[in-house]
Nanobody, 120 residues
Framework: QVQLVESGGGLVQAGGSLRLSCAAS????????MGWFRQAPGKEREFVAA????????YYADSVKGRFTISRDNAKSTVTLQMISMNAEDTAVYYC?????????????WGQGTQVTVSS
């Protein structure tokens, strides 16, 4: 099993920045790709960003490319999502996920989520 705990959500003004963190335990963190996903009210959960097990390769949803940055610290078993130039469409519950297939855009183990609200 794996446990994932997100933190860092909150309320931010449009154009502002926020940094989300996810702490992992229970599996060999450095062996797995990690991802961030989000779910807005009334919408399905969607892929945001992913990072390879080594941290050397990342990819993003088109909607966040150039504004969000995913990174990881394998020594601390953490993954972060730095968000800048945020807009109202970024309002959602954000989930950290362990991905058993890096290129799948699909998460396999989930945290409880953290709310991000962007005010316009």
């Amino acid at each position: 099993q794996v446990q994932l705990v997100e933190s860092g959500g909150g309320l931010v003004q449009a154009g502002g920045s926020l940094r989300l963190s996810c702490a992992a335990s229970g599996r060999t963190f450095s062996s797995y790709a990690m991802g961030w996903f989000r779910q807005a009210p009334g919408k399905e959960r969607e892929f945001v960003a992913a990072i390879s097990a080594s941290g050397l390769v990342t990819y993003y949803a088109d909607s966040v490319k150039g504004r969000f940055t995913i990174s990881r610290d394998n020594a601390k078993s953490t993954v972060t999502l730095q968000m800048i130039s945020m807009n109202a469409e970024d309002t959602a519950v954000y989930y950290c996920s362990l991905m058993t297939r890096f290129s799948s855009r699909r998460g396999d183990y989930w945290g409880q989520g953290t709310q991000v609200t962007v005010s316009s």
